[in-house]
C-alpha cells in the first residue's frame, strides 16, 4: 500500500458518501444519472465477484471495503430507482448503457490477460468502470449545469482513479509492478474527466456553479 | 517488469 493508493481508495469513498449524503439529505436524484450508478455497480459486482464464490472472514480491510463498494453502489441504485424514483430525471438521463455495456464486454473478450471467467469478470469491470461516467457527463451537457454537491461528487470520483495513476507510477518504480489492462483503462477514464476537472477548478473552487456551455 | 498474477487493488 503507498500514499497515493491510500488517498485514491479514501477518495473513491468519498465520492460515494457524498452522493450518498446529497441524495438522501435532498431526498432527490436530480441531476444524478441512475445508469452510471448501475453501470458502478455492476462493476463492483463483477470485480469483487470472489466475495460470493469463496466467501472469507473479513479478516482484512480490503474485503471490508470491497463489501462497503457494494452495498453502498446497490443502495444508491435502490434510492435512484426506487425511494425517489418521483426525483429521477430519465428524459435527460438518455445515453444508451448497452453502447458501453457491450463493447466492454467484447473487448474483456478479445483483450485479457487470461482467457477465464473470473479474469474476463474483472478484465469487463476494468473497461466498463473506464465509461462508466459518460452517462453522467452527458446528463450534465444536457442539463447544461450541475449542482455544486454534485461537483464535489465529480471531483472525488475523478480524482480517485488520477491518484491510482501515480500509485501505479510509485508501483512501477518501486516494485517492478505492472498491470497494464488497469493502467490503459485507467488513463482512459481519468482523460474523460478532464473538460470536468478544468471547469470544476476554474469555477467551482471560486464558488461558481458549473453552467454548460461553458 | 513482471504483470501482476493475482489483481491486488480494488
Not at chain 1, 107 to 130: G, M, P, Q, R, V
Not at chain 1, 173 to 188: F, N, P
Request: with cysteine; net charge positive.
Amino acid at each position: 500500500m503507498n500514499i497515493f493508493r491510500l488517498f485514491g481508495d479514501l477518495s473513491h469513498l468519498a465520492a460515494i458518501a457524498i452522493l450518498l449524503l446529497k441524495i438522501w439529505k435532498t431526498r432527490s436524484c436530480a441531476g444524478v444519472s441512475g445508469k452510471t450508478q448501475l453501470l458502478f455497480a455492476v462493476c463492483f459486482i463483477t470485480r469483487y465477484i470472489d466475495l460470493f464464490l469463496h466467501f472469507v472472514s473479513l479478516y482484512n480491510t480490503e474485503k471490508v471495503m470491497k463489501l462497503i463498494y457494494i452495498s453502498a453502489s446497490v443502495f444508491t441504485c435502490y434510492l435512484i430507482f426506487f425511494k425517489f424514483k418521483a426525483t429521477y430525471d430519465g428524459n435527460h438521463d438518455s445515453m444508451r448503457a448497452e453502447f458501453l455495456i457491450v463493447p466492454a464486454a467484447g473487448l474483456a473478450c478479445l483483450i485479457n490477460t487470461k482467457f477465464d471467467a473470473i479474469e474476463i469478470l474483472w478484465t469487463f469491470s476494468i473497461y466498463l468502470e473506464a465509461v462508466a461516467i459518460l452517462p453522467q457527463l452527458f446528463l450534465i451537457s444536457k442539463t447544461g449545469e450541475a449542482e455544486t454537491i454534485t461537483s464535489h461528487y465529480l471531483f472525488a470520483q475523478g480524482s480517485y482513479r488520477a491518484l491510482y495513476i501515480l500509485n501505479w507510477i510509485y508501483r512501477y518504480h518501486y516494485e517492478s509492478h505492472v498491470d497494464t489492462i488497469a493502467i490503459v483503462a485507467g488513463v482512459v477514464q481519468t482523460i474523460l474527466y478532464c473538460d470536468f476537472f478544468y471547469l470544476y477548478i476554474t469555477k467551482v473552487v471560486k464558488g461558481q456553479k458549473i453552467v454548460l456551455p461553458a | 517488469k513482471k504483470p501482476s498474477a493475482a489483481h491486488d487493488e480494488l
